[in-house]
Structures are given as structure tokens and as C-alpha cells.
């Protein structure tokens, strides 16, 4: 009995710790018309990388799994916002936190998510930016690749309207 209950603390005590180390990435669109489709983009790190998101479109639907390999050319993930609004969409890792969001990010394009109309619906990043997003746990350790801000340097290519906090740029969360 005894070393039932101590698992079953110990389960509720490691729930509660990943709860706590969830990553997450949000950020803000703007529609200024109804019936209108927002692509999340994944072109970042020049294509290539993987993606495995649960997605809170931040308007009331039911939240969306997708996972895949992004590219230069990919059209995005498309959401139909029916009402013009500003809406927070909320990114988080469906499994790993190593090198999650990687994916995430325009490229140089015009259509899909890459297009220009696209990427003036984003106006404002509301999350800070983690090693963790785009690098492994292991390549923080050893140091073995580019700092993040690099990494992030082309994320937002061309978006022309976009708020962003400077003391969001980079944070040392979870890599001590």
C-alpha cells in the first residue's frame, strides 16, 4: 500500500514538473476580413526540418495535431478564421521539446504561407525564443551549433507589421 501511494505521488510530482518545462511559442494574427485562411509557415532553417505541433488556433475550434517535414515550398498549415479579429496562436510540441519549432518560419516565396498577404497577418510574437526550439538538448550541452538568434535571423523574413518585444529575442529558459 505504501509503495503504491509513494508511485502515485511520484506520478503527480513528475506530471507537475513537465507541465511546468512545456514548451510553447505564441504569437499574433490580425484578419481584417471574414472567411479568411492564415498558414502557419514552415520554411524554417531553409526547409528540411520536421514538425510535430499540437495547435491552438486561438479562435474557439478545436485544437489541430499535424506534424510533417517543412520546406521552401510548402504552402503552410491553412486555419479559416470566419470572423475578422485578432486571434493568439498557441504552438506546442506534441512530443519532443528538442529542437521543436524548428520548422517554423517564412522564407523568401509567394504563395501559401510565404506570400506577402500572409505575412501581414502577423503582428505581434508574444513568446520568447528558447535554444530549445530549434536545437536538441545534446547540441546545447556540447555547444555544437549556431547560437539561436542566428537561427531565428530570417524567421520572420518580410513580415513587415510585426510587434516584438526586444527582451523576447533570446532567453536562456531551460538549458542550465
Known sequence: MKTRFLLLIAAVIFSAASALTQQQWKFEITTY?????FYIPVSGGNG???????INWGDGSQN??????GSLEHEGIPHIYANAGTYEITITPAESNDAWLAAFGFSLGYVGANAQSNKWLVTKVIS??????T????EITSNTTTPPDYEWYNTFWDVKILQWDLNLIFQMIGTQ
Do not use: C, F, H
Not at 33 to 37: P, S, W
Not at 64 to 69: A, Q
Not at 128 to 133: H, N, Q, Y
Not at 135 to 138: D, P, Y
Open 64 to 69: 489541430e495535431t499535424v506534424s510533417g517535414i
Open 135 to 138: 536545437r536538441t538538448q545534446s
Open 48 to 54: 528540411g526540418k520536421a514538425y510535430n505541433w499540437n
Open 33 to 37: 476580413d471574414a472567411n479568411r485562411t
Open 128 to 133: 520568447a525564443i528558447t535554444p530549445l526550439m
